[in-house]
């Protein structure tokens, strides 16, 4: 499949640690099953894995604004 958003290349389907930043602090979401682009970087999760990935980001969010 190519990448939705840039056209330019074909998704790898790769499990990575995905950086993630709030409000200037960074953290790692660690083993991120998606489909990455290496043009522009997107990645792309199904339902599951989104929802998994919304909620660490969420309590990430919810440590800083504390
Ligand atoms: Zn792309």
Redesign the pocket.
Known sequence: MK?P??G??ELEHDTRDLPYTYKGNHTVIPAVTADY?P??N?SITDNAESERVMEIMRIFANKIDD
């Open positions: 990448c958003i840039c330019a290349a682009c043009v522009c997107e």
